[in-house]
């Protein structure tokens, strides 16, 4: 069985409609495919009725936008209640966020390249959530980058005098929320260097107030971060999860490049009852 937990489409910052985000995991041999879109439960319908169809088994997901002492930190969170008032004004909190965010960095850039929040809004088409992959695409448009990796690394990294920081809640406060949701929160993507690098203490702790697993096997992990990741997940008994992470052609992460296991898929339902 193969399954892959943690995608993203167009209800966020993927390139393509829940749908087909379904049919080409189908087409890439899944047997069980998750979206998690970033704060966002938008895509779960349309998404839901395509799997099925392809006979697919359906995740439904988010990937939370948290933060730890300012730094940014994301649970995947598998399964959480679509109707839970508290989840989803958490999530939607954190949505408008990244809106407002990027209206601010759109204003900046606009000073020194022509680029307004219509041509972004354009390359945004129906998200719910708007962030800075849709003013990398815009700024590849323009001809100002390449692509969306050229983007992050210059003018939308964190180090850019254009990059303007958005809510998000303290981690610890998420995770209480998300169980209440009924959610089986992960860490994703931890030992991404530069990006959502996350220590052993922060973890720990976080181990002790009901993360249930982390995301190991992830392309922007060294072997040397898996080593380190593996070790911790053993000594915390979490569960060691693995996925693509894919965004159509918005990354270069490809369905099915990394998986979830099985037994850890199955010990993953049993947190969630």
């Given at each position: 069985m193969r399954i892959?937990?943690?995608?993203?489409?167009?209800?966020?910052?993927?390139?393509?409609?829940?749908?087909?985000?379904?049919?080409?995991?189908?087409?890439?041999?899944?047997?069980?495919?998750?979206?998690?879109?970033?704060?966002?439960?938008?895509?779960?319908?349309?998404?839901?009725?395509?799997?099925?169809?392809?006979?697919?088994?359906?995740?439904?997901?988010?990937?939370?936008?948290?933060?730890?002492?300012?730094?940014?930190?994301?649970?995947?969170?598998?399964?959480?209640?679509?109707?839970?008032?508290?989840?989803?004004?958490?999530?939607?909190?954190?949505?408008?966020?990244?809106?407002?965010?990027?209206?601010?960095?759109v204003a900046l850039l606009s000073e020194d390249y022509e680029l307004d929040w219509d041509r972004v809004a354009l390359r945004a088409e129906n998200a719910e959530t708007i962030g800075r992959p849709h003013i990398a695409d815009a700024l590849v448009d323009i001809g100002a980058v390449s692509d969306r990796d050229e983007a992050f690394v210059s003018l939308l990294g964190t180090h850019s005098p254009y990059y303007r920081p958005h809510y998000a809640p303290e981690i610890a406060d998420a995770l209480a929320v998300v169980r209440a949701a009924g959610g089986v929160p992960i860490l994703a993507?931890?030992?991404?260097?530069?990006?959502?690098?996350?220590?052993?203490?922060?973890?720990t702790d976080l181990a002790a107030r009901g993360l249930v697993g982390l995301e190991i096997d992830h392309r922007d992990h060294s072997e040397a971060q898996k080593a380190r990741l593996a070790g911790l997940a053993q000594r915390l008994r979490l569960i060691r999860t693995g996925a693509s992470d894919y965004h159509g052609s918005g990354k270069k992460n490809r369905l099915g490049e990394n998986l979830t296991s099985p037994e850890a898929f199955e010990a993953l339902r049993e947190v969630r009852g």
């Open positions: 892959d937990p943690h995608t993203h489409s167009t209800a966020s910052d993927g390139t393509e409609s829940p749908a087909e985000v379904m049919r080409s995991a189908a087409e890439a041999g899944l047997d069980v495919i998750g979206l998690s879109d970033h704060d966002t439960t938008q895509g779960w319908p349309e998404a839901a009725v395509e799997a099925a169809d392809l006979g697919l088994e359906f995740v439904p997901g988010v990937e939370v936008s948290c933060q730890r002492a300012g730094r940014s930190i994301h649970l995947l969170v598998l399964w959480p209640s679509g109707e839970d008032p508290d989840f989803l004004a958490m999530i939607e909190r954190t949505r408008v966020a990244r809106v407002d965010r990027a209206r601010q960095i993507h931890p030992g991404a260097e530069g990006r959502t690098l996350v220590s052993d203490d922060v973890i």
